[in-house]
């Protein structure tokens, strides 16, 4: 390995030959990192599957959505409608289980035929389907639904029924809708939230997740007098989903049955306004309390030391009530004690792994299912100042594995909750900091921010206006969050975003830039519909004048698909490498425009002609057909090109150079 100076955020060391090994000591954990000179602080986990997608939906994220699904009452009426008028307007309260309901329609009235989501905002007066099967507009927003009229739904039907296609427009019940088009709309009506229980219970069983035993303990559970009120009609159907799950616990022996009932008893709006009330005048109940809600599931030690750096912060926004007489009691409250003041506790020590190594592990959660969610909410959005006071302190936190994940998606969450026409002012601190952690801390917060019907196009701008500054953090912060959720629900913006970003107003390629769209990228590429979409713009990159950044990082990215190691070359969790073999095996027709771009291209001719033969290698005796075929078809596209032209009569040399009995594929 060259040397090279290779970093841990705030910490750096020079590395020759071998590891860098790097270690601190929080109690009785030691934690050592591992550093190859590749890694780069990357928070552990894996991309989580973006709720909404505009494209089709992989067939197994949509097995996975209908896996426990339970028929509600108006299921019957809406396919009624849906199989006669090929559009359906189904309405209804968030979270009662609409998308699931529609999915279901779509899935049954189209055979298993595909899915594809379309933009809440789209203009359906003017939209038309491209092929068969089934399309869905998840909480399509008040102007759209303003423009729908009995002409416009006519005519949609027409075209749908040309195409043997349906679509199911999700529509929130405060959106007014014309009477005229009633024979359209549905009101959807939720399942029982014991019957969702019931559904989920025998999921798991299926699963292997419980034994046929235990399946039956658990649902005898469900009419215990504790649970029966949780589940009580009326609730939404995640309530039958968070129940099945605590039921599950206390059957597998994890859980005592009190336990349960408190985890979901006190995971409530007015739990978390009770809790604040107790802690409201200690500074160190207040802050634990605060880094629970945004840090729940981190480990003790995680939360402990973060909890201690709000305290000042906290402590500085009132004065405290006199301090008790002085005792000699110099150790004060232990870990256990406060945790209970807050209503959290430890889970029980487990073994855990990040970057190849091995830790122990003690996660600090409530004892309320949802409270976390509640507290931060009351915290962010109802004292005045206090948001201002988090975003302070999280600025000013050392990086810990996972931190940015966690606490951005929850600051995201809160951000849907939240009102005003500066909702997302204060991720601006995090999107324009020089620390990677907190511009991917920002990501996951709009990540989270843009599945919601009305801020996604809020965040869409913001995207598209930091995406054009010089800045390079606010660049590097859009390209983060094209990699996680948003660049597999909208891949053609994120695809945009990305296009802009390497632009940077005619500045050199950066590397923070470079690595960040490699992360995007890589993520896109783990989902097979997403390839020709990368492999065309990275083509047409390749196209562009020499020295540009889009073209310089074009050229290396075909290095990398050509290379043994594969693209991108860095180590991020949820990208995987890929190279053109990988290609090749899954689409080559993807491949001839970029393929001939490279030949036709000094830079690249060598590396991709390589790469070609490695492809050919992997393809065994029996690829030759293949080869031949793909060969045939840059042929017919090549329009004379001389880097074609080059490897055809290479080939042409090896085989005849090569000895009787030898000759190349």
């Not at 090279?4 to 050592?32: D, R």
């Not at 976390?372 to 948001?387: C, K, P």
């Not at 930091?466 to 994120?494: D, I, M, N, Y």
Request: charged share 25%; with cysteine.
């Amino acid at each position: 390995m060259p040397d090279a100076p290779v970093t841990y955020e705030g910490n750096e060391q020079t590395v020759g030959n071998g590891p860098a090994v790097m270690g601190s000591v929080h109690g009785s954990v030691t934690t050592n990192i591992i550093n190859y000179g590749v890694l780069d602080g990357e928070a552990e986990g894996t991309i989580a599957k973006p709720r909404f997608r505009e494209g089709p939906y992989p067939p197994e994220e949509v097995d996975d959505r209908l896996r426990d699904f339970v028929v509600p009452p108006s299921y019957a009426l809406c396919r009624e409608v849906l199989e006669g008028r090929r559009v359906l307007l189904l309405r209804g309260e968030s979270g009662s289980g609409m998308s699931t309901a529609a999915f279901a329609l779509l899935r049954e009235v189209t055979g298993d035929g595909r899915i594809v989501g379309l933009d809440s905002s789209i203009d359906l007066t003017g939209w038309t389907p491209s092929s068969t099967g089934g399309y869905v507009v998840q909480g399509i927003v008040p102007e759209a639904g303003e423009r729908l009229d009995e002409v416009a739904l006519n005519q949609l039907t027409g075209h749908l029924r040309a195409k043997d296609a349906y679509l199911v427009v999700i529509v929130n019940r405060m959106i007014a809708l014309p009477r005229a088009i009633g024979s359209w709309c549905r009101p959807h009506i939720a399942p029982s939230p014991r019957d969702v229980a019931r559904s989920r219970l025998k999921g798991l069983a299926d699963a292997g997740t419980l034994s046929a035993e235990q399946l039956r303990e658990a649902a005898g559970l469900l009419d215990l007098p504790s649970f029966k009120e949780y589940l009580a009609d009326g609730r939404p159907p995640v309530v039958g989903v968070d129940g099945a799950e605590e039921l599950s616990e206390v059957a597998a022996g994890r859980r005592t049955l009190q336990e349960a009932a408190d985890n979901l008893r006190i995971g409530t709006a007015e739990e978390a306004g009770k809790l604040l009330d107790t802690v409201r005048r200690s500074v160190d109940d207040l802050a634990l309390t605060a880094a629970v809600a945004l840090l729940e599931e981190q480990d003790r030690s995680v939360v402990e030391r973060f909890a201690a750096r709000l305290r000042p912060l906290i402590g500085a926004r009132g004065t405290q009530p006199p301090p008790e007489e002085a005792s000699d009691d110099l150790l004060g409250r232990d870990i256990g004690d406060r945790l209970a003041k807050v209503e959290a506790r430890l889970l029980p020590r487990t073994a855990g792994t990040s970057r190849g190594y091995r830790y122990w592990s003690e996660p600090v959660v409530f004892r309320g299912k949802h409270l976390a969610e509640q507290v931060l909410r009351r915290l962010w959005l109802d004292y005045e100042g206090f948001s201002d006071v988090l975003v302070a302190w999280i600025g000013e936190l050392p990086y810990e594995p996972g931190v940015d994940r966690v606490a951005g998606r929850r600051i995201g969450q809160v951000l849907c909750l939240a009102s005003g026409s500066d909702v997302l002012r204060q991720l601006d601190v995090f999107a324009s900091s020089r620390r990677s952690w907190h511009r991917r801390l920002a990501a996951h917060a709009l990540g989270e921010a843009v599945q919601d019907t009305v801020l996604s196009a809020a965040v869409r701008a913001q995207l598209r206006q930091w995406s054009r500054l010089k800045e390079v953090e606010k660049r590097c912060t859009v390209a983060e969050t094209c990699a996680g959720s948003l660049g597999l629900a909208l891949p053609e913006f994120a695809l945009g975003l990305l296009s802009t970003v390497l632009d940077g107003r005619g500045e050199p390629l950066d590397d923070d830039v470079s690595k960040a769209v490699s992360a995007a990228l890589g993520v896109l590429l783990t989902e097979g519909a997403n390839r020709e979409r990368v492999v065309g713009r990275l083509t047409d990159w390749l196209g562009e004048q020499p020295e540009t950044a889009r073209r310089t990082y074009a050229v290396r990215a075909v290095q990398g698909l050509c290379s043994s190691s594969g693209f991108p070359m860095i180590n991020r969790a949820g990208v995987r490498r890929t190279t053109l073999a990988d290609l090749f095996a899954d689409s080559w027709e993807v491949l001839v425009p970029l393929v001939l771009a490279a030949l036709d291209d000094d830079q690249l001719h060598g590396a991709m002609a390589r790469g070609l033969v490695t492809v050919e290698t992997s393809l065994g005796p029996d690829g030759s057909p293949a080869m031949e075929a793909f060969l045939g078809a840059m042929l017919r596209a090549s329009g004379g090109s001389r880097g074609l032209r080059r490897l055809l009569f290479a080939r042409l040399r090896d085989r005849s150079s090569a000895p009787a009995g030898e000759g190349v594929r």
